[in-house]
Every structure is written in C-alpha cells, then in structure tokens.
C-alpha cells in the first residue's frame, strides 16, 4: 500500500549503505498492509512506523585492549537500544569481524518482534564489536571484555537493558563481562546479563535452548499439516549451539541429521548423526577439533569450501549460522530436491528474494522470529528466576520453553486466520509481533 511504500522509501533514503537493516525492515513492513489498513489513519498521525524503525538511541565506542605480547588494539564497539515498549531491552552481543551498524540495527528491529511473539516482557536491542574472539587466548579475550563493559556499563541494566550472548559472546565472555559490571558497580545484580554460568545465576539449557525452541516450534507447524519429525532427514547449517541443540532434539525424536557445517565446509553424515557425535559437538569446539577430523571421526564426510544449500535431497532446511545464507539461487533447487521446510533457526538467513521463491514453490517457511525465539524466551526465563532468586530445574525450563513455542505459533496461526492469510507464516509472525508493539506504542503516547 501507498503509505508503507512512502514509509519505506523515507528509511531507505535515512539509511544508505545499511543493506541488512533495509532488508530486515522491508521483509516486515511489505507484510503489514492487512493491519495497517485497519489502522492507516491511526498510525499515519502517530508516525509509528516511522518509529518503529528508528532506534531510541545508538551508542558506538571505542574499545581499546591489550594482547598478551603488551601490543594495544582497537575495537568499535556498538549498542544499539531499539525500543522498549514492551519491556526493557533485550538482545545479544555479537563479537565478530562483520559486526558493523547495519547488521546489529537489523538485528535489534527483529528483536523487537521476536520477543514481542514470546509474551515476555522484553523489548529489542543488539549490540557487540568487530573484535574476533578466535585466535585469542583467554587473558585476551578478558582483557577485551573488560574494556568493552567499562563503555557497556552506564548504558545496561535488569530494568534498563539486559544484554545476553550471540555469535562470538558464549559463557567464558559472559562471565568476564558480568565480572568487570559487578566490579565497576559494587553490585551483585545478576539480572544485567543473561547466558550466564550456571555458577552465578544461569538457567539450565540456555544454550541448547535456540535448538531446541526451533524443534518445538516445527513440531506444531507439522503437526497442523498431519505430520511429525520421525523418520524425516535435516540438513543443517553451523556448528554451534543452535545447530548443536537442534541436532540433539531431532535425533531424540527420531529424525536424521544430514548435514553441518563450518566457514570452511560441509560435514555430511549418509546414514545420519550419530548421538554420540552430536553429544559431542560442544567439546570438539573446546578441544580444536577440526570439521574435517569430526566428520572422519563419526563416519561422515568433509566437503570442503561447500555450503549445505542445494547438495542433498531433505525434508526439512534448517539454517543454523547466519543471516542470508540461503539465496535465491540455491533455494531454487530446494523444490527439486523434495524440501518441504524451511525451518530458519538462524537471524534472517534467508534473502528476501529466496523467500518469495520458496512460497512460490508451496515450500512451507518458518520464520526465524518465531523458529529462533527459543533463545530469548530461556533468557527472560533466566531473568524471571534472577528476580524471584530461584533455580528452576531442567524440565521446568525445558516445559516452559516448550509452552511458549506452543503459545508462538498459536499467535502466528491466528493471525493468518484473522487476516486470511493462509499458511503463510512469515507474515503471520510479522503481524502477530507486530501488534502487541504497535497497541503498547499508541498507549504510551509520542516519545
């Protein structure tokens, strides 16, 4: 409609050289024109959507550390605090070279919708800093995290912004950025992070938790269509915790894991995962266990410098890395190759191009702001037994997270029942997440 595509073209041109962010923004406003319909004047004389897509505050700093051989070096390092409508911020940092503006304001406006389909209280932000972990030792990476949270600080907080890990940002950097917080505030107020050890105020399977929440997620858009994970094969992207939650889960329900991968290739298992290997995957990381070595080791094969796009025959794609990894020309041999999901556990892996494609192709699309939500959903799980001082134990957790992937998708299909829109699940999740912002915006007035 007129009024989104005016909004859209004002962004562009407030936003040059910023393609992700431009992507994330036009993936979710070409799929608002039911609602907005319903509301135009509304929202017209409150600008929301022009609000919506710009962050109440950006905040950029420099990061300067030591190595080990006394050498200084410098770091930008980035928070960008969306909106907090809903909730105080919330999302993960990311240290890795690709990390720039762009990026991280993509991530944190999917943040926004992500968390809004959880029903927890949580609003949307990013943040991180192109510093590499790899490669780096222990003392390194400390004395990274250290100056990173002596900027970070006087910006965060449990009911201001409460950041968590992502790429590059596991327990070890959690751990030493809550130490320097806890140090520079005299405090012990845990609930300014999440992804915490398990020692000072975690929850258990926050890291498994993406993984798993993608399964649970895929689970009942199968069974709508009378169908289930057993007996069907995966392939899979990354080899971190997201892959490594959602391997484990297939595998206990039954499924066959194909297919991993790393920046330098593909691992790929004929006759499926074994548990064993899945079981495994978290200390190969640990131990330097190369891609090449792990797929030897469990009987598999290393295609090396290939993607998984497009190799294999599956039933379900599940990309598990990062954002636009599937394109529009390995998504058009999906169809082909007997793909009947994909289940996008990852960011926005999928360009905007090869979504369009693969709904052409009657390929069913789970979006990652509902597929990836596990995640945050155990995070805010993590900051509700901070504030009450409690450990909940594993199948509490696990039960919990597994309701609100029930309760997510439930959203996302009255959506698409209430605005006809099918079985179209993207859209769906961008109107279901959509609304509770937008409704919480107009009642706390222009800001």
Known sequence: MQYIDNVLSKIAEQNPNQPEFLQAVTEVYSSLTPIVSENEKVYKEAALLERLAEPD???SFRVSWKDDGGNVHVNKGYRVQFNNAI??????????PSVNLSVLKFLGFEQIFKNSLTTLPMG???????????GKTDSEIMSFCQSFMTELYRHIGQFTDVPAGDIGVGGREIGYLFGQYKRICGAYE???????????GGSLIRPEATGFGSIYFLEEVM??????????????????????????KIIALGGKVITLSGQDGTLYFKNGLPTEAAEYMPASRTNGVTKEEFAKKFGGEFLAGKKPWGLFGADVCMPCAT????????????????VKYVNEAANMPTTNEALALLKSQGIVVCPAKASNAGGVAVSGLEMSQNSERLCWTKEEVDDKLKN?????????????ERYSLGFDLVAGANIAGFKKVADAMLAQGIY
């Open 404 to 416: 609100i992937m029930k309760n997510i998708y439930a959203q996302i299909n009255s959506a698409c």
């Open 323 to 338: 954002q636009n990894e599937i394109t529009a020309e390995t998504a058009g041999s999906f169809s082909r190759l007997g």
């Open 87 to 96: 909730g105080p911020y919330k999302g993960g940092l990311r240290f890795h």
């Open 124 to 134: 949307g932000a990013k943040g991180g800093s192109d510093f590499d972990p790899k």
């Open 223 to 248: 069974a709508s269509r009378s169908d289930g994970v057993k007996g069907k094969t995966f392939a899979l992207s990354g080899f971190g915790n997201v892959a490594w939650g959602a391997a484990l």
């Open 190 to 200: 845990n609930g300014v992070l999440t992804g915490k050890g398990l020692s000072f």
């Open 57 to 59: 505050r950006t905040v």
